[in-house]
């Protein structure tokens, strides 16, 4: 995780700023950055409640920035439905891009994990333990430093540059590509719509193409084992 704290720190600096400096009383910006804990959620829905968007846009608006992590859980499930349903709450929302990243790529292919083999679990809380207190230290060290922090410092580019590693890191298979090209594409195609709603569009895309890929990969995997005995037959 030391490896990839500068990033965390500069995007959860930048988001506590963002929140202060969109309008946001203090009270409610410290509130909304110890309880929410979603950085993209964050700055998409802030725009939308400054413009007095309807609720219900920026509902949808986060429900679908954070569509992704629907695909998340499921690829974690297997560790995770050893927890009782309580803790599986708690792993939900302390889950981030990172530590579903990181979690995959040391515990993506092995074992499940339950009493006997608690590895995959312990590691999880190790992710999440350091990720949630880095994130929240600099999103408050925003949010109470807002008016000391100067434009200047570019802690936007910062942020900017610690999703694109994450990006790459993510990028391990042609089918993710493809879909981070379409969000990419889809954002650039929907930059023209109101309150942000081209972030909606890239997200919901990207998912829809992840999830239609995953389709096609499994129907070819059943065609292929079912064609596989009368070949050998």
Known sequence: MGAVMPGVLAWGLVTGVAMVKAGLPLPIA?????SVFAASAQLAALPLMLAG???????????????????????MRVHMMSLPLRWRL?????????TYVMMMQRHGTSLPASSENPA?????????SVNWVAWNVASLAGVLFAGAIPTQWGLGFAGTLALVGLLVSLTNDRATALSAGLAGTAAVAAFGLPFKLNMVVAVASAVACGLLLDKVTEMHRKDGAA????KGA
């Open 90 to 98: 708690v792993a939900g929302y302390l889950t981030a891009d990172i």
């Open 227 to 230: 064609a596989g005995p009368s």
């Open 30 to 34: 410290l509130l909304m950055s110890l």
């Open 120 to 128: 995959p679990l312990a590691y999880f809380v190790g992710l999440f």
């Open 53 to 75: 968007a309807p609720l219900w846009v920026v509902w949808v608006t986060a429900l679908c920035v954070n569509l992704r992590f629907v695909i998340f859980s499921a690829q």
